[in-house]
């Protein structure tokens, strides 16, 4: 019995030395599931390299925690992650002048004909069977005192309330002059506009695209046809808005895998919870013009929660802007039509998540390797101010660092490195082993004891 007491004891102190002896031990590429060969050629103090895709979304965390940089000996090296170019500020609004028009229809040669007449008395004549559906005109003019030129990727069109649920198509065109009828050129065609209302609920569509740079030397006009509206157009206002960042040199564009299909509703899941800045959606060939509502979940067993409701388009070469979101992780969303389906070709989904440059200093030597994937690593990213110092910032900047060349992808660890324990988890893992082992041999030492007492008391006279 005093044997057994002592392997229980011995045990008790092993087993935690063991989990402990696993704790100092240096991170790996092994530990990680895969990695990525660099080749930075020159000398320099710094390299930085932008973030892969697959990088994004093969990582398990979402605040890349598991992502190393190791050196030709697997040594870990210092290395910061910083944004590649924060967005900037969007230009203001111009408000432009608008003058409605009047406009007659006629019949032209067994066709229909519409006349438009500008300020001045110059007159535009539309002809085809479609012209019979414009029902309002309105030409928009820079404002004045407008010196500069004035790029505009939409126009924003403010309206009265409606009376009633309203709809309608517009047509835009520009032109340099008020003059000639045959110098108009059309910019925008059938572009939805909307403003309906279901109980507390709104959906409202009030921009239309647009790609053309106004100026008084140039392009100084715009006109705008409207079409299949069930009422008239009580239009208060129109702004010009230049066109945004490119998001594309912000952003990286994460796709999402389609998870379950139907006629009017998908959903859309990325294998990891992602920090989005926004989602960008686009509809399939069959419905190019889609309203919606949109739900999403932070983690797979979550609950659905609402995000908005908004109609997507893809008219020509105008589509409607991504869903801009807060950098709210986000690991599935749900799509479904508002009174409408997709048929046999549903919307598109890609995540835009902030683009990461890793920056990092080449200790030892060469060839370095880039590392991800590891459901065990702690943060170890530092500031980037720690890996470039404050009086070195203006001699070295992300515009002017070398950047490293990405090679081929290979795998390290494994999908086994995705699930793995860190340390402290595998200590109390052991620990949790221990006190159960304990516990049952104590069990069965004190069953030995009460069986041994039953022989001694039966045995005797």
């Known amino acids: 019995m005093k044997g057994l007491l002592n392997v229980i004891v011995m045990a008790a102190l092993c087993l935690p030395m063991t989990g402990l002896a696993n704790d100092s ?19 320099s103090p710094f390299w930085q390299i932008a973030l892969p895709t697959q990088v994004y979304e093969q990582t398990v965390w979402p605040d890349l925690r598991d992502v190393r940089v190791f050196n030709s000996k ?10 590649q170019r924060q967005p900037q500020r969007a230009p203001q609004p111009v408000t432009l002048k608008v003058f409605p028009l009047d406009i007659k229809h006629a019949k032209q040669e067994g066709q229909g004909s519409l006349t438009v007449k500008m300020p001045g008395g110059a ?23 407008q ?43 059938n572009s939805p506009l909307m403003d309906l209302t279901s109980g507390s609920d709104q959906l409202k569509l009030n921009t239309i695209p647009s790609s053309v740079t106004l100026s008084e030397t140039g392009y100084r006009y715009l006109l705008m046809t409207v079409s299949d509206a069930s009422q008239p157009l009580a239009l208060q206002s129109v ?36 920090p989005l800045a926004g989602l960008a959606i686009t509809p399939g060939s069959d419905s190019p013009v889609l309203p919606v509502e949109i739900e999403f979940r932070q983690r797979a067993e979550d609950p659905w929660r609402p995000l908005t409701k908004t109609v997507l388009y893809r008219i020509n070469d105008a589509q409607s802007e991504p869903t801009m ?58 500031a980037l101010d720690m ?26 660890g494994g999908e086994a490195r995705l699930t793995a324990v860190d340390p402290a988890e595998r200590r109390s893992h052991w620990m949790t082993m221990l006190i159960w082992g304990v516990l049952v041999i104590g069990v069965l030492a004190l069953l030995l004891v009460a069986f041994r007492l039953w022989r001694e008391v039966k045995s005797k006279p």
């Open 147 to 189: 010196k500069t030129s004035l790029p505009v990727a939409q126009l924003r069109l403010n309206w009265s309330k409606p009376a009633q649920n309203w709809q309608a198509k517009v047509d835009l065109f520009y032109s340099d002059n008020l003059k000639f009828e045959d110098q108009w050129y059309k910019l925008a065609e």
């Open 25 to 43: 031990a240096p991170d790996a590429p092994q530990d990680y599931a895969w990695g990525m060969h660099l080749e930075n050629e020159g000398a």
């Open 325 to 382: 979101l807060n950098g709210d992780r986000v690991q599935a969303i749900r799509i479904k039509g508002i009174n409408a389906s997709w048929g046999d070709t549903p919307p598109e989904v890609q995540g835009l998540r902030a683009s990461q440059a890793l920056v990092f200093i080449p200790q030892g030597t060469g060839p370095f390797m880039l590392a991800w994937g590891n459901k065990a690593a702690k943060p170890q990213a530092m």
């Open 123 to 145: 007159e535009v004549h539309l002809a085809g069977d479609d012209v019979t559906r414009i029902s309002q005109s309105f030409l928009m003019a820079l404002p004045d005192g």
């Open 239 to 274: 702004e010009a808005l230049a066109p945004a960042d490119d998001f594309s040199n912000a952003y990286v564009y994460l796709p999402a895998h389609k998870e379950k299909v139907g006629a009017s509703e998908a959903v859309y899941r990325w294998a990891n919870p992602q």
């Open 387 to 412: 890996v470039i110092p404050e009086k070195l910032r203006g001699q070295y900047t992300l515009e002017s660092l070398p950047v490293a060349t990405e090679a081929d992808t290979i795998t390290l």
């Open 74 to 83: 697997g040594e870990a090296v210092p290395f910061a992650l910083t944004p």
